[in-house]
């Protein structure tokens, strides 16, 4: 057993799969050259699971290899309802395929005690979760049957529009503090999932519905993949305000490994030292206290910086931040603890 388990905030490993015909469900059960996550290289680095997106794609959606440029907004319309439950169904139906294949090595966990099962007991840990909630409709019916089917955490929004609420435009600089907030089916979806105990993912969304959730939610606040705005003032990167809020609230931060959340500059540069992460980290524990933050990679969905460069180098990280101070119970805490934690606060048991 890895010294730290690591159990991470989000991924877009299902998307890859979705994006690539030339790999099958069954290749991530061994090493691939390409992209982020397999199972040998999560032995490798002690990850022990995530939040596995289902991410609806569309023409516009930005290349991990060649990212735009960001002195412009980019941003998304609004995808088509249908296209977007076929493409939510073939991605959630492909995390269960990928554990019916895994022969055990693989499970799909809908509880705090059955993620912490396969975290003591190295099982990669998986939770359903939606990325935007594009496949749900207004009377919050598919949302019942993606609850029964295992969804446990929900980002109402990408950065693109839904009829629940608006996302950030991605750019830098720029502030979160842009268009409206939740719309009245928004209102209602956060209830619901408050209701179902289904976490709710303030990542991407704009800081007025930020405020929304905020006002209406009794769960904890959670940004499952967001950095610090006072070290890169980007949209998707969190305020001073916004991060005391969630520590009020008892909520949690998961760190982005993407480079242009991380460097001061906005550059999506990958090859920097681990300072940068290191930085956002102490300014995150600082800020929410050692029990509120975590990792939230976008593995799979981002460029990352090379020496994170996939799950069999996390202990880079875990050694960087061994030498700027944190000693092995702040680690357990980082590392898969307080994911726990709040996971139990959100769905109960």
Not at 74 to 84: C, I, K, L, M, R
Not at 87 to 106: C, H, I, K, P, Y
Not at 266 to 294: C, F, K, N, Q
Not at 336 to 347: C, D, E, I, P
């Amino acid at each position: 057993m890895a010294e730290f388990s690591i159990f991470d905030g989000h991924n877009d490993t299902l998307l890859r799969f979705y994006n690539n015909d030339d790999l099958e469900l069954s290749d991530f059960l061994e090493e691939m050259d390409g992209g982020h996550i397999d199972l040998v290289r999560a032995r490798q680095g002690g990850f022990a699971g995530g939040f596995f997106a289902v991410f609806v794609p569309n023409a516009e959606l930005i290349d991990p290899d060649h990212m735009p440029d960001l002195s412009k907004p980019y941003t998304s319309p609004a995808v088509d309802f249908g296209f977007s439950q076929r493409a939510a169904n073939r991605l959630t139906a492909d995390l269960f395929r990928l554990e019916a294949l895994s022969g055990g090595q693989v499970k799909v966990v809908r509880t705090a005690a059955e993620l912490q099962n396969c975290i003591d007991n190295e099982v990669l840990a998986a939770i359903l979760h939606f990325e935007g909630a594009e496949a749900i409709d207004e009377d919050l019916d598919a949302l019942e049957v993606y609850y029964k089917s295992g969804l446990r955490s929900l980002g109402i929004v990408w950065s693109r529009p839904t009829i629940f609420a608006h996302g950030v435009p991605i750019a830098f600089p720029s502030t979160p503090d842009i268009g409206p907030g939740l719309t009245d089916a928004g209102k209602r979806l956060v209830k619901r999932c408050n209701e179902l105990g289904i976490m709710i993912d303030l990542s991407h969304m704009n800081e007025a519905g930020f405020w929304d959730v905020a006002a209406l939610s009794d769960s904890p606040l959670v940004a499952t993949h967001s950095n610090v705005h006072a070290i890169c003032p980007i949209s998707r990167n969190l305020t001073d305000k916004q991060l005391d809020a969630v520590k009020a609230s008892d909520g949690m931060v998961g760190l982005n490994f993407a480079t242009g959340f991380l460097n001061e500059d906005g550059a999506w540069d990958s090859d920097r030292p681990l300072e940068i992460m290191v930085r956002h980290l102490d300014y995150l524990v600082e800020r929410l206290g050692e029990t509120r933050v975590g990792l939230g990679s976008d593995y799979d969905g981002a460029r990352v910086p090379d020496a994170v460069g996939d799950v069999s180098k996390l202990p880079n990280l875990i050694a960087a931040l061994q030498d700027a101070g944190y000693n092995d119970a702040l680690l357990h805490k980082l590392t898969h603890q307080n994911w726990v934690r709040v996971l139990r606060q959100t769905w109960g048991g």
